[in-house]
């Protein structure tokens, strides 16, 4: 058990100023208002699917993953498989919208449907929110296993993440951003593929052995595990598949981070090529994060090698990355766990710069915004959030907040699912105005409120709250606005190409 060497910290080092030195190289220094929210369509299909894949997974997913596996079942890889739901709803339904919209941000969409301001700030601001705590717990968790792995000052590690998201993100805007990831995401997938085989390649019985742990060992499920529960609240496969295909659809529909790489290109067939490529890459990378855990678990608790030091669930990958790979390749596959921090941070920061100067500043500003301003604000914010969330993320490493960093991860799961409900109710009824809308709003605000945190949430599976969400949405959103068309004698006017209806 060598740890981590001075070998791997040279090699991690050299990794980021590779990636600061290519995010710079990609910045286009005469960039202007939407070039920089929207790139300057040079980018290819291909690494803007690259991006979404290294967006999506976080590095709570990279540690958390492995470590699922490792001390249970496969139950929640069945989750990835709600790709295959989330793919063909999004293009078949809002990507065709989006496209012939040529939307800035995806809270312009709400705007243009139904004619509210005020429900595309609501909406941005939901995101900004969500967004901010996102970056900042994705700096601290990884940088605190790191830290423990490393013996490098966890304050250090997320300043230096930071500092070099914020220098390419504010130089270089969506470009950059989508390049970098490129390289993260690839960087990503080649470590951790190297890491599976390099495991399967040192147990005893190579890949049988994992296989024979499903068989005999209830690895793959265990007798407790379902395939379906008449009880739709609780956890079964079927659950985690149609749950979490409509919690990834959320993210698709109304996240900006996601939407933002969709206004990059009006061409259909790349967008359609983008979604695909990255359902692939993303139920790749979560069948191999899931081997791996299951073949850690053989590795120390049937085949009996030493565990570790900090060998805690969500450690065990990083845990044996640092303690079991070759001198050189440990620096590499942890930077690979950087990585997946670094491109969801640069992400963030980009979408947040984006949705509040296009959404919030220019909706509320009197007079229109030129694109040299447009561009200044967005460098503005993307410094400024990033040095918020820097803060933060060394607030919660130095005290230690666990309360308020469940409290916060449990308030950012509701956000999508909300805002996914009044995306579906613009869409998919031409009913719908802004009265409905902003009701189905508070209503399905209210619902998820009480469901995460009354005195039923423990009897409710979160895999379930997109769902409920948007049956709300629409339960509140359609009568409401029929009684308001009543009221007012008006009849709801809709913008051609708004709604999944011919026009």
Same mark, same amino acid.
């Given at each position: 058990?060598?740890?981590f060497t001075y ?32 790139? !300057? ?11 979404? #894949? ?23 890889? #069945? ?14 339904? #809002? ?6 919209? !040529? ?10 449907? #139904? ?53 390419y993100s504010y ?7 989508l390049w970098t ?132 669930? !969500? ?65 503005? &914010?993307?410094?400024? &959030? ?21 409290? %916060? ?40 409120? %009480? ?43 809709? !913008? ?8």
């Amino acid at each position: 058990m060598q740890g981590f060497t001075y070998i791997d910290l040279a090699v991690l080092i050299v990794y980021l100023l590779a990636v600061l030195f290519a995010g710079l190289y990609f910045a286009k220094k005469e960039m202007k208002g939407k070039e920089y929210f929207k790139g !300057d369509g040079t980018v290819p299909w291909w690494v803007t699917s690259v991006s979404i #894949f290294a967006t999506l997974l976080s590095p709570i997913s990279f540690l958390s993953l492995a470590g699922n596996s490792y001390a249970g079942s496969w139950i929640m890889w #069945f989750a990835q498989l709600g790709m295959l739901l989330a793919i063909p709803l999004t293009i078949k339904f #809002f990507l065709p919208i989006y496209s012939k919209l !040529d939307i800035d941000t995806a809270y312009h969409y709400l705007e243009i449907r #139904f004619h509210s301001k005020g429900l595309r700030v609501l909406g941005a601001v939901m995101f900004i929110i969500y967004q901010i705590g996102r970056m900042s717990i994705i700096m601290y968790l990884p940088c605190m296993v790191l830290s423990s792995l490393t013996n490098i000052n966890v304050n250090i590690l997320i300043i230096i993440m930071g500092i070099i998201a914020i220098i390419y993100s504010y130089t270089g805007g969506l470009k950059s951003v989508l390049w970098t990831d490129f390289i993260q995401g690839s960087v990503l997938l080649i470590g951790v593929t190297f890491g599976l085989i390099f495991l399967i390649a040192h147990l005893d019985g190579g890949l049988g052995s994992i296989f024979n742990e499903f068989v005999n060992g209830g690895k793959f499920l265990a007798p407790n595990e379902p395939i379906f529960d008449p009880n739709l609240l609780k956890n079964s496969v079927f659950l985690l598949i149609v749950g979490a295909g409509f919690n990834t659809m959320s993210s698709y529909v109304s996240s900006q981070d996601i939407v933002q790489r969709f206004t990059t290109t009006t061409d259909t067939k790349k967008l359609n090529k983008m979604m695909l490529a990255n359902g692939c890459l993303s139920i790749f990378i979560a069948t191999a994060f899931y081997l791996i855990g299951t073949g850690l678990y053989v590795f120390y608790n049937v085949q009996g090698n030493p565990l570790p030091p900090a060998a805690q669930q !969500d450690q065990i990958f990083a845990s044996w990355i640092a303690f079991e790979l070759p001198v050189g390749i440990t620096g590499l596959l942890l930077a690979a766990i950087y990585a997946a921090a670094q491109s969801t941070l640069s992400t963030g920061l980009n979408s947040v710069a984006s949705s509040w100067t296009l959404d919030i500043q220019e909706r509320l500003s009197k007079k229109q915004l030129s694109f040299e301003t447009q561009t200044k604000i967005g460098q503005w &914010v993307s410094l400024l &959030v990033g040095i918020f969330a820097i803060a933060v993320a060394m607030f919660l490493a130095n005290t230690g907040v666990t309360s308020a960093y469940e409290w %916060f991860n449990g308030f950012m799961g509701l956000v999508l699912g909300i805002l996914v409900g009044t995306f579906i109710l613009g869409a998919f009824t031409k009913v719908a105005n802004t009265f409905g809308a902003t009701a189905a709003f508070i209503a399905a605000s209210a619902v998820m409120v %009480f469901i995460k945190y009354g005195p039923y949430s423990a009897d409710v599976s979160i895999w379930v709250y997109s769902i409920i969400s948007i049956a709300v949405s629409l339960i509140v959103g359609i009568p409401a606005s029929m009684i308001w068309t009543a009221v007012a004698g008006k009849k709801t006017q809709i !913008d051609p190409h708004t709604t999944i209806y011919k026009d």
